[in-house]
């Protein structure tokens, strides 16, 4: 059995100034670090911002790797939202994942586009990514793609015992974090950590409260509206005390939702 400790980094970001960003990324780094945190979460692209208009320019930037010196920095390991150029093309809405070395873990190319906001990028490939850190099975996803039940319950069908997603969820779409992702972690009984922009961009008002639920439903942190970080542990043994006395994938019948895979 292993335990994470997490940060969630609420924040408004700073529209087009990557380097505003980098500098908060690491002043919350250096302060979640020192809370004993050692793993990050940032929200949804966070380091150009979300609602910021034509993105190729800052997705030809290495970005990766200036969030992996600042992990490498503040010996932390980071989950950050950014854009970068995909092979074969095209603009893709990424959630990276370095160690506390700065070492590449996952990278999670959002796969499920939300309207007009997300018609600058080009959709990946896969619901969900998984990594294992420090003994704790993540998978990460980005905003919509957990707003679909199939991409959560994948995660946990591959064993993940957190689900750890960076959103931009603006209004009038707040319930989706209290509620929708609060059913999203107990019909799978897995961590569920909901990391939220708040403040607005553009046209855009974000709804921030952030969330994080244990695989019993309880919430283990919660923001409100205004920037700030907010702590969790991820417990392993939260994941198999919430099935012992019931539990929803040893239960199903694969066979008889067949339709779910069709067009």
């Not at 809370?35 to 380091?47: D, K, R, S, W």
């Not at 990766?64 to 390991?77: N, P």
Request: proline fraction near 5%; aromatic fraction near 6%.
């Amino acid at each position: 059995m292993s335990s994470l400790r997490i940060a969630c980094l609420q924040s408004a970001g700073h529209g087009r100034d990557v380097e505003a960003n980098l500098a908060e990324l690491g002043s919350a780094a250096a302060t979640a670090a020192q809370a004993g945190a050692e793993l990050l979460i940032t929200p949804e692209m966070f380091v150009t911002g979300y609602d910021v208009g034509d993105l190729a320019d800052l997705a030809a930037l290495p970005l990766t790797e200036r969030v992996a010196a600042i992990a490498a920095a503040h010996r932390i390991s980071l989950v950050a939202g950014l854009p970068a150029v995909l092979p074969g093309g095209g603009v893709g809405n990424l959630a990276v994942v370095v160690d506390e070395a700065g070492r590449p873990l996952a990278s999670h190319v959002k796969a499920h586009l939300y309207g007009e906001i997300d018609g600058r990028f080009r959709a990946g490939d896969a619901p969900m990514t998984v990594f294992d850190h420090r003994g704790v099975r993540c998978a990460v996803m980005i905003c919509f793609d957990a707003e679909f039940p199939e991409s959560v319950r994948l995660a946990a069908l591959a064993g993940a015992h957190a689900v750890l997603v960076p959103t931009g969820n603006m209004h009038p779409y707040g319930a989706i974090n209290e509620h929708m992702m609060w059913t999203r972690a107990w019909e799978n009984q897995v961590h569920l950590a909901y990391v939220n922009r708040c403040g607005t961009e553009r046209t855009t008002a974000y709804v921030g409260r952030t969330r994080v639920i244990a695989p019993d439903g309880t919430e283990l942190a919660a923001a409100g509206t205004d920037p700030g970080l907010v702590y969790a542990t991820i417990d392993t043994k939260a994941v198999t005390h919430a099935r012992a006395g019931f539990a929803y994938l040893p239960t199903r019948r694969p066979e008889l939702y067949g339709p779910l895979a069709g067009a």
